[in-house]
């Protein structure tokens, strides 16, 4: 398998220049949804050629929202930076260190992701319908709490959905906004948490168009109370088994499927996510566990042809990550893929960095089960042979691939 494989990516692979990534948006067509991956959370390139494939798709295709994973309130913070409703007086630099507090920081605290916000909010001035840049994840429970319970305090004729959260989330408070605490008490707690929370969005849901679409206020209370519920169920399960990572990104799907609702029609968005979430879980062994992912669902809902999937891998380098989670960050050198995995087969095939776009003529060359790199925010090298690889069908997790021979680690902001 391995001479026949490097044999492949030999003919089918192209130099990664300008041209091979106009190649890219090319065969994207007009898929509606397009995920960007990214094999580890703190590589510069990954990052780097992420931002380039958005513009394009932005100035070329129309598309209009950025969904990344990170925190709703956070990423917030940026959509109003780059659509003009926050405060003008402040740098992108000053906005991200402020709004990125949550370990780890330096996925979206970054001078990349600096580069890039700077460059959407002056694109956003010459746009008459301004791109917008969104969190997915879940992990902002008690912030987003805060976030529904300051809106509709501010709002009296709210009332009755005030009192209908207040109510649902009394039962938060004993965990001192400490969601493990709640995770380690939840598996003795009632349905109450989850019924109630459940019924509060409903309610906001039903009465949205209430709400002042002024600054897209009504769309951060429904994804407030949304992270609120779905996170609940998420902390939940976290303490029992795995199905923790298909709550979370069942609840990503869920916020997307938000966003394409809210925006209209006209709707394109760009997902920024690792790998792991952005690669169908149905062409990797998470499946053996009952594993799902964004990219599984994504393509489920919407359709092979109105979506497209690009990942990422390296060779070797250097990345950002910790020892274990909540410790400092590192620069961590990342040691050579072996040859029997597929970024080694990359590297013996060209030691060049290229791009492999999987089309119906040449997918079946590249579905063979080969061990595929996923680095993540806690990074052990030593042991990476015992749990770094997820075994894939590449050419079928993905419909396009950007290999970068020698990487360097993400720029944190300091």
């Not at 898929?31 to 992420?50: D, L």
């Not at 609840?251 to 979430?277: F, P, Q, R």
Request: hydrophobic fraction near 35%; aromatic fraction near 12%; charged fraction near 25%.
């Amino acid at each position: 398998m391995p001479r026949k494989l490097i044999n492949a990516i030999k003919e089918h692979s192209l130099p990664l220049n300008d041209q091979s990534l106009d190649k890219v948006i090319e065969a994207i067509g007009n898929a509606q949804i397009v995920m960007i991956g990214e094999a580890s959370h703190g590589t510069s390139e990954f990052y780097t050629y992420r931002c380039e494939l958005s513009k394009r798709l932005i100035e070329q295709k129309g598309f209009n929202i950025i969904a990344v994973e990170g925190d709703w309130p956070s990423a917030q913070e940026v959509n109003r930076y780059v659509k003009g409703y926050g405060d003008e007086s402040q740098t992108a630099r000053e906005l991200l260190m402020k709004s990125f507090h949550r370990w780890p920081t330096w996925m979206w605290a970054n001078e990349e992701i600096e580069q890039f916000t700077e460059w959407l909010k002056e694109k956003n001035t010459s746009l008459d319908k301004k791109v917008g840049f969104y969190g997915i994840d879940l992990y902002s429970l008690f912030e987003s709490i805060d976030e529904v319970l300051k809106f509709l305090s501010d709002n009296p004729k709210y009332q009755v959905d005030l009192e209908h959260a207040k109510k649902a989330f009394t039962c938060f408070e004993p965990y001192n906004r400490m969601p493990e605490h709640y995770a380690l008490s939840a598996a003795h707690f009632t349905d109450e948490c989850i019924s109630e929370v459940s019924s509060l969005l409903r309610s906001l849901r039903s009465n949205e168009e209430r709400y002042s679409d002024e600054q897209e206020k009504d769309l951060n209370v429904i994804m407030n109370a949304l992270v609120a519920k779905n996170a609940e169920e998420y902390y939940r399960e976290m303490m029992k088994d795995a199905k923790s990572w298909n709550t979370r990104d069942e609840h990503m799907v869920e916020a997307i499927n938000e966003l394409i609702k809210y925006h209209g029609d006209d709707a394109k968005i760009i997902i920024w996510e690792h790998n792991t979430h952005i690669g169908d879980a149905s062409e990797t062994s998470m499946k053996d566990e009952q594993m799902i992912n964004v990219g599984q669902l994504i393509r489920e809902q919407y359709g092979k042809d109105n979506t497209f999937a690009i990942g990422f891998g390296t060779y070797e380098g250097t990345v950002i990550a910790s020892d274990s989670w909540g410790d400092p960050l590192q620069v961590i050198k990342v040691p050579p893929s072996k040859l029997s995995m597929w970024e080694g087969q990359l590297h013996a095939a060209s030691q060049e960095d290229q791009v492999l776009i999987f089309t119906d003529d040449n997918r079946e060359l590249f579905t063979d089960w080969i061990g595929h790199r996923a680095i993540g925010v806690v990074y052990h090298p030593e042991y990476e042979a015992y749990g770094n690889y997820v075994p894939s069908r590449v050419g079928s997790r993905y419909d396009a691939f950007i290999f970068i021979d020698q990487t360097n680690a993400l720029r944190p902001l300091k």
